[in-house]
């Protein structure tokens, strides 16, 4: 495929509505969530996408019910776990980024062992974003920059000396941005990332959304016109 995105980033949704539509509880939906990532992972690789990242968990979803909570939690460490061989085997750097604060201590523990031991792999970083959301990261980012710059230099800041404090530094910013279940809004993911990211909406739901569909949203992508403001 031509004109593949450097960085493809994923608005997991519909979990739910595709378990309650089959009449079980919301967290099967979540469970055949992880075949997706399987299955959107294995696609990028194959593609040639050096970055993949996945919203798994908004700073929003900790209002979700308490049992809703501990049984995504307890998959996401259930998951991580078992993905550490594929990881090694593909050599895919892991990383998580968001407010790991209120993450707890074992899954914290987990992420951190993690990320240590594929962080030299090169084929691919995949990216999960844990109790994120895009207006604490700039919040946290501004706070960042506010308490180790000088004055003078925190208010001649451009978005290029800003970037590097929020957590996403050094990863390029999203090429494409694909949300599945059919909503058409960016639920406060990327807000400052997404600045000239295309944008791919597709009604299948999250657990449907497998190989197939991710190479039509690289298709669609490599037939975009990105100007970023300009005239071509
Ligand atoms: C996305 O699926 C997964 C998370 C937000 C954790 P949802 O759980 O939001 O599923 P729907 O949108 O209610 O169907
Ligand atoms: C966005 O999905 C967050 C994740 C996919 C992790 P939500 O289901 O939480 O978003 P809203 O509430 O429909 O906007
Ligand atoms: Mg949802």
Known sequence: MENIPQHVSIIMDGNGRWAKARGKERIYG????VESVRACLEAAVEE??????LYAFSEENWNRPEQEVLGLMELMMKAMKKELITFMDNHIRFVVLGNRARLS?????????????????DTAT????????????????????????????????????????LV?????????LIRTSGELRISNYL?????????????????????PEFRE????????????????
């Not at 040639?48 to 990242?53: H, N, Q, T």
């Not at 987990?110 to 792999?121: L, R, S």
């Not at 400052?192 to 944008?199: G, L, M, R, S, V």
């Not at 949203?217 to 071509?232: I, N, S, W």
């Open 126 to 165: 995949l990216i999960l974003f844990l109790s994120y959301s895009g207006q604490w990261d700039i919040l946290q980012a501004m706070k960042k920059a506010a308490a180790s710059l000088p004055e003078k230099d925190f208010q001649a800041l451009t978005p290029e000396d800003f970037a590097p404090y």
């Open 191 to 211: 807000l400052w990332q997404c600045a000239y990211t295309e944008f791919y909406f597709s009604d299948v739901l999250w657990p449907d959304f497998r190989k």
């Open 30 to 33: 979540h469970y055949e969530g």
């Open 217 to 232: 949203a690289l298709r669609a992508y490599a037939q975009r016109d990105r100007r970023y403001g300009k005239v071509k």
């Open 48 to 53: 040639g996408v050096k970055y993949l990242s």
């Open 105 to 121: 201590d074992s899954l914290n523990a987990t992420i951190d062992e993690m990320m240590a031991q594929t962080a030299a792999n």
């Open 168 to 176: 996403t530094a050094g990863i390029p910013d999203p090429d494409l």
